[in-house]
């Protein structure tokens, strides 16, 4: 009488390492490229909720600048400097005859860290009761800016033209500053230009 004996062939020692070598290599590409896809959509959302922000922002300075009074800074001559450029721009956003209640708004750079940047847009408003100083109101609206100035094109008055505004925003809201760091996050560029409606008198 005949018996088959099936004899089962474990893996060996080396087999096994082999096994967990290409394993572990495996799941360590995996990681990485995910770390690799989160950072990026990281970037991605942060710049494109940058942009929504400032073009927002811009959208209320230039409607600002187009129901404004009173523009400054002023030229020293308008007649042989009628453009100019700063880094600020302040007019007459409120003006009450009956009270004396004036309120002048002021659009600012702002040094963030440094003194070279990145800067900040500050909105400040002053109110004025018959020429005296009453109170005022500042909030930041922008951060990491790369550039920010305003051209300003006046008339003989002097009376505002036209205001340019041009900046340049990093984002800069990623929570983790490593991937700030170690990603390189695109630049927006925004430029617009208005005309007060009203025209200094």
Do not use: C, H
């Amino acid at each position: 009488m005949n018996t088959k004996t099936n004899s089962r062939r474990a893996f060996s020692l080396v087999e096994l390492l082999i096994a967990l070598t290409i394993t572990a290599t495996l799941l360590t590409a995996t990681l990485a490229a995910f770390d690799t896809s989160f950072k990026s959509y990281k970037v991605t959302n942060e710049s494109a909720s940058t942009n929504v922000v400032a073009r927002i922002v811009m959208q209320r300075v230039t409607a600002m600048i187009r129901t404004g009074e009173e523009f400054g800074p002023y030229p020293v001559n308008p007649i042989t400097t009628p453009v100019i450029e700063s880094d600020r721009l302040e007019f007459v956003s409120f003006r009450e005859p009956s009270t004396g209640t004036e309120r002048v708004t002021t659009i600012e750079r702002r040094p963030g860290v440094g003194d070279e940047g990145p800067w900040q847009l500050w909105y400040v408003i002053t109110t004025y009761v018959n020429d005296i100083y009453s109170d005022s109101d500042e909030a930041p609206l922008l951060t990491g800016l790369t550039n920010l100035s305003f051209t300003l094109e006046y008339d003989v008055g002097p009376r505002l033209r036209r205001a340019t505004i041009d900046m340049v925003i990093k984002p800069n809201d990623l929570q983790d500053a490593a991937i700030a760091d170690e990603l390189e996050t695109p630049t927006i560029r925004l430029v617009a230009s208005a005309t007060p409606r009203r025209l200094d008198d």
